[in-house]
Structure formats: C-alpha cells, structure tokens
C-alpha cells in the first residue's frame, strides 16, 4: 500500500541511508535540505508499494533518478535544482514517454533522497524500492543489470543546463565507463536518470522497501538514543524483522587514521582504527562506499554486506568524509538481502569487482558468534 | 553548380587534404581507402556548391559528419565503416528530421574524406565547404560558431555501436570540453555528427568549395611532379586564385628533433629542422596541427594561417606522424581567407585561443619579400 513521505520523515530517512550508505553514498544532509525546501510548508511525497499492483502496474514507465560523482565532490558541488528535473525531462524526451514514477537507484547516501527531491518537484509518486540496496559506487551495480534490465537509455544533466543522453544497448559497464568520463569532465558530479523501467521489471528486480527500510533504521537508532538504550543492540533486533537480518558490531575503538585520494572520479583510501584499551587495530579499505574490514588480519565482512561506521555513544552513522583522527566509534556490518548474494550479484557488485581477491563469505557465518540464537 | 567526385580523384584528394591539414588532421589515407570500398566498381558522390541555390536550398537541413581525437590514435583505431552513418542517423532520430546533405567541419586531413564516406553510404550528396578551411584541434574552432550557428545537438557514434548526444545549447566549448571526454573514454577516437544547420547558414558561414580547393592543390603537386616543374613554385601559382591567395615558402632543411606526447586527447610537441648547408634552425610547435612556425627565432608564420611540411624533391606533405629524423623537407604557409581573419574569428582559433602570445600578423605581411609582385 502506498504511503506519504513528509518533512517530518527526513531526519530519520537521512540518518537510516547515512547507514545504508556505508561510509559513502553521498552525504545524505544537502539531498534532506533540497527536499525539505521542494515540500515547503507542507505536502508529502507519495510512496508506492513496488509488490502491490495498485500501486505500480506492470505496464507502468518507473524512471529512477540520481546523483553520480565522488561522494566528497557531490558536498561540494550542491545541485541548484533544476538538473534532477532535466534529466528526467531529457531521458522522457529521448524515449517518448512520461514517467508515471520515479525511483532511488541507490537507497544508501544523498541518492535516497534525490528521487524524492524529482519527486517533489515533478509531482510524481516514488517507489520505496532501489537497485543497490545500499550504496556502490558505479552505476552497473545495480540488481536491476544483474537480472536483466538495460541501463540504457540515460541521460546527465549537468549545473550549466547541458545535457547528455548515452546508450551502449545492454552493456552496463560501458554506460558506466562513458558516463563517469563525462561526469569527471563536469567537475565530478551530475545528475542521472538510468534504467528506465516497466512496473513489473521493478517487481522483479528491485529490492523493496528500502526507503522505508532506511527511514525504520534512522528511526531505530533515534528513539534507542532517547531511551537511553544500546543503540547497536535495537539496530540488531531492528534487522531480524527485515530483509536484511543480520546486524553484527565488528570493533570499537578510535580512528587511528584516514587517508583518502580522488582518483578517476572516485575517492578511495583506508581507514586505520585502534582499539581502546587493547592493541587491536582494524582497517578498512573504501571506493566511495567501505569494501572490507579487517580486525588484527582477519576478514571480519566484506562488499556486498554493508559496513559502516558509528558514533559509539549516539550510534550516529558517519561517512568516510566525516570520519576524523580521535573520534570514537563502532564498526557494524549487515547482511544484504539474498538477491544481492546470487553468483550472478556477486559477479556484478561482489570482492573480485572490485580487485579484492577474498572470497565472499557471508558475515553472519564469518562472525557466527555474534548472532543471536532465536528467541 | 553540383559535379560528381569519383574514385579516381581519392588520391589527388587525400594529398591535398594532407596539406591543408598542416600536420594534424589525421593522414586521410585511411578515410581515401573508406571512401573507394563504399563507392566499389563506379558511381561517385555528388558534391553540392554552397553559393548555387539548386544545389542548396535555404531551408535544406545539412548535417557535418567527422572523426574526432589525436590524429596518432585515428590511425590506429580504424573505422569499421558503421560509426559514420550511426553518428549521422542518431542525430537525425534527435532532431526528428532526415538529413538531405552532409559536410565536412573540416577540410584538412581524414575529414576531408569522412563525410564523403558517409555520404557514399547514405546516398547523400555532400556540401564542398567546410567550418575550418584547414584543420584545427577542437570543435568549437568553426567559422560556423564563429558566425552564431549552435553546434548542438551533437551525436557521437563508437566501434562498440554506442551512441551518445551532448547538447550544451550555444556552447561550443562546452560541448567539445564533454565529448572530448567521452572520445577518450572511447579510446581516443570517435565518430562525430554536429553543427546540424540549414542551407541558409551554410552559405553564410561556411568557407566555400574547400573539397574543390583540396582537390586542385593535389593535383597541382602532382602535375607538377609529373612534368617535373617546381611545385612549391606551382602551388604558389595555383593558390593565387582561389581564396587563399599567397603561398610562402618559409624554410628548407632537414629534420633534427620530432618531440611529440599524446595528452588530453591531443598530440602535442615541437619539430626541429636544420639547414641543409647552414646554421639555420626552424621550429614548429603543434597542437594536433602546425600552430607557429619560427626561423633562427624570428615567427615567420602562424595560426590560422596554414603551416605545412613537404617533402623538398616531391612535394608531397608529410603529417606530424609521419616525420622522421633525417626526412629532407620544406616549410610552407598559405594565406587563410578573409572570413577566417576576423577579429571573432581569432579570438576563437587565433594564436591565443593556443595559449600563445605572439600577436597574429598574416603571413603575407610578415613575409613581404616572398610574395611576388603582380603579373
């Protein structure tokens, strides 16, 4: 059933994709002022049930929306407002057809909340779904190219008015590969729109609710703080009712050190952390989103589960432009759903696709010990 | 009035093309091979002269076909003959209107030959003008954006069948920044459609029967040759009635020092020449094309006027990619014409639109003693 997202929903949301954006994604803080600036006084923003056929017909053109760029670049370079309304116009033009709704590609980061910001601004429904269920930094990574949706058409639009449209047919990869060259040129970040859709390639392909997941998660943590509760402990319990499952805290301690590069519009780099009254160290090592933590040597998680970094007082999820020499935190993985763990997923957005060369092991069977038994 | 260029001109074609590509423009040899496969065992391309309204209408929709990228690298990266007419239709699928002539942007080196091929493979006939009346690096250096014709919307076609359309509104610079970018991410080298324009703004800022032009010098180095006459001496004649005007022979020697890098998508760097009984020293720098030539530090001839090095016994020109330590030569300049020396027209491709300092003063002027008196 269909939902409204209001103003009152954004802190929550920012706080829950800032999670699910695992230490990259983009910010989600610039994305909640433009959409809270787009719904003004009042108003809300109607959220559609992607498994519920009154919602999104199978017919039904869904044309999901985004920003790409470096995380760091995206802060820096703030959209004035008017590019996430050209692509989608661009990309409508190209195909012939208006979009019935548009749809995050990227549920973690600044891109769970630019599909709302079209939204807004459009007059369109969203679908509370997305590709990534998380977020990754290029756009073949996406469940939608895994299980056979074209990326293609799509179109940038970019500050100064210009606008791109590129079509490589099926091939994601060279989508990619042409649209970060042009993104890199517009100063290293842009706005998209890719994927175009029918409803039931949705159904079929995204994962679901995950809009809603982030807003569950953000809300989680909020009301844990306020009660003065273990914020990791509620995120744990939070999980085992979702998709996801599975929350797993890998370490405390203090950043140690953060080293970080922008490199073919990308910002990768590593992050050192010691613990507080012992010597383990654990590293973990980003392409925009955190890829692998490791604890004294040992592979504790692993890209596609999700790894993030917490306040360890207020649980309060931080990025990897955030992070800071001092600062004291927990390091949490979550499981990924089990569309995102097939061969076929894990070819695509999996450790070797991005040069690592261990092997996916699911984290709640490299860390059996911390999962709760069932109540 | 239209005539019909057919197989047997390639040759003559593609050396005078050569020469009016002043180093860069890429060896049209390969784009001559293109053009005699798609016109087989007879038939020939229907050039159009941009001053007779039979050949061009007013309101007649031309669109120029080309290749873009260093020149060292569209040698290498040979068309498989689909790119040109792909580049061609996705333009006309955005602007929803078919094509019913191509042009060159360029008369120098291999795109010279490119819209003739397209032409061939389309059953187009073809304008004999160009934007250029030479070759240059980038996109925006057209008398067609010189004289307020928008270069947008612009296709780029690549060997893999992928199609991109930029449109940057007027910006010319813009639009060449972005698919400059994106030719890289192809490789280095892409095909092109752009500056789609009616008949109307062709006769306004096209330079006139430049295929013609490109054409008559070819053959006149050949005649030459042929009856072993002089054909510095005889291009000096021949260029005296066209538009062109004055032919300056600016140096004799041989090659000391070819430095060149490929970077940002240009070939960059500096020739050396020597005399052949003397201390004189020649230098040429280039960006893709010969920008300025110096003799014993005195500039004797710059852009947009057009530097050339041609073999000393055969005339032929040799493209920076074709010299060779030891290679005994002559450098030669012609005269640009009078729409090309305006003062919009060197802001665009004048010597600081290179980054250089030297004010342009024509090569005429700065050679006063060459140009022969009046017969």
């Not at 600044?110 to 756009?139: H, K, Q, W, Y």
């Not at 953060?258 to 654990?282: P, S």
């Amino acid at each position: 059933m269909s939902w409204t997202l209001t103003a009152a929903d954004l802190p929550d949301l920012a706080r829950g994709a800032t999670l699910l954006g695992t230490g990259g994604g983009g910010d989600p803080y610039i994305g909640r002022l433009l959409v809270a600036s787009a719904l003004g006084n009042g108003g809300g923003i109607t959220m559609l049930d992607p498994d519920d056929p009154d919602d999104v017909a199978d017919d039904a053109l869904v044309i999901p929306t985004a920003m790409m760029g470096a995380p760091t670049i995206m802060l820096e370079k703030i959209s004035h407002g008017r590019e996430p309304i050209l692509a989608l116009r661009t990309l409508e033009d190209r195909l012939g057809e208006k979009a019935q709704a548009t749809m995050p590609i990227e549920c973690g980061g600044i891109n769970s909340m630019m599909p709302l910001f079209t939204a807004a601004m459009a007059g369109l429904p969203c679908v509370d779904a997305d590709g990534m269920g998380r977020a990754f930094p290029e756009l073949q990574m996406e469940t939608f190219y895994v299980y056979g949706v074209s990326s293609c058409p799509m179109s940038i639009a970019a500050s100064d008015g210009s606008t791109i449209v590129i079509d490589t047919g099926m091939d994601a990869h060279q989508m990619e590969w042409i649209s970060r060259g042009v993104t890199i040129r517009l100063g290293g970040a842009s706005h998209i729109a890719d994927y175009p859709m029918r409803g039931s390639e949705v159904k079929r392909t995204a994962i679901p609710r995950t809009i809603s997941l982030g807003l569950r998660l953000g809300r989680c943590i909020r009301v844990a703080r306020e009660q003065h509760r273990n914020p990791f402990e509620a995120l744990r319990q939070e999980l085992r009712e979702t998709l996801y499952t599975y929350g797993v805290e890998l370490f405390r301690g203090k950043v140690a050190d953060v080293a970080r590069r922008t490199e073919g519009g990308f910002v990768r780099g590593d992050v050192t952390l010691r613990g507080f009254d012992n010597d383990d160290v654990c590293e973990i090592s980003f392409q925009n989103e955190n890829l692998i933590c490791r604890v004294n040597g040992t592979t504790r998680a692993l890209v596609p589960d999700l790894i993030s970094v917490l306040d360890v007082d207020t649980g309060e999820p931080i990025t990897t432009e955030g992070l800071k020499f001092g600062q004291r935190v927990v390091v949490f993985a979550i499981s990924t759903p089990a569309s995102m763990r097939s061969p076929q997923a894990l070819e695509i957005f999996g450790p070797q696709a991005f040069g690592l060369t261990e092997e996916f092991i699911p984290v709640e069977q490299r860390n059996p010990d911390t999962i709760p038994s069932p109540a």
